[in-house]
């Protein structure tokens, strides 16, 4: 079982659409969950971060996270050609002095003009 | 202010040729990170510094060697490389031991010949 989840998609949903993530993980003990966006050619972008068992909302982006069913999802309202990308879900491995941050494989996101 | 600068922006040598990366930050983040990513594939660690001290490598070919001048700089030495080692090279910095939110520069993208 991999340490972190995602269905690569393509996940297409039209404009102005709810765009849902989603993202399972393995270790119990995770405190520290991280949604990036990645546009193709760029780097990884921080969307959102949650460390409590609830939602976290930030403009049209809610994080969900459930730490009994180990999940954690990105909800994305009024999903717009420009939220097209790849969706990577990471999670923070807890490990002697330093912390180490394992990504999933990422979603790619296409929103349909 | 979450930005953390990398140059050069594109970068391709020959397998013979030594060539070194550079990232820079001014968060006052104390540990940087070297993640390298092929097409497709999510970031992959690479090495670690925390406080200026190497506390994670990878397992990484010793062709590459890293160097943390100071707490702002984090370099990548580069030195007979394979073309397997084109990738996006990607850095990264967070707080510190405990302080987990990584924030990526935007990347140099290498091709060796």
């Known amino acids: 079982q991999k340490e972190v989840e995602q269905n690569s998609g393509p996940l297409s949903v039209p404009e102005g659409a709810i765009a849902s993530l989603n993202c399972t993980y393995s270790?119990?003990?995770?405190?520290?969950f991280f949604w990036y966006r990645q546009y193709s050619g760029k780097s990884p972008e921080l969307i959102m971060f949650i460390y409590s068992n609830g939602d976290k909302e930030d403009g049209r982006f809610t994080a969900q996270l459930n730490k009994a069913s180990q999940y954690v999802s990105l909800l994305i309202r009024d999903s717009q050609p420009s939220d097209s990308a790849t969706y990577l879900c990471?999670?923070?491995?807890?490990?002697?002095?330093?912390?180490?941050?394992?990504f999933g494989t990422g979603t790619l996101l296409a929103v349909q003009p | 202010d979450t930005e953390v600068t990398q140059t050069p922006k594109h970068l391709v040598m020959g397998m013979t040729n030594k060539k070194s990366l550079k990232c820079e930050q001014h968060m006052g983040h104390r540990a940087m990170y070297w993640y390298k990513q092929k097409a497709k594939k999510p970031p992959e660690l690479m090495f670690v510094y925390s406080y200026e001290k190497l506390s994670i490598n990878e397992s990484v070919p010793s062709r590459f060697s890293p160097e943390c001048p100071n707490s702002s700089l984090l370099n990548l030495h580069l030195h007979a490389l394979q073309p397997e080692d084109s990738a996006l090279y990607l850095c990264a910095s967070s707080q510190g031991r405990r302080g987990e939110t990584q924030y990526f520069g935007p990347g140099t993208r290498l091709l060796v010949l």
């Open positions: 270790d119990r003990g995770s405190q520290s």
């Open positions: 990471a999670v923070i491995r807890y490990g002697g002095a330093t912390n180490k941050l394992i």
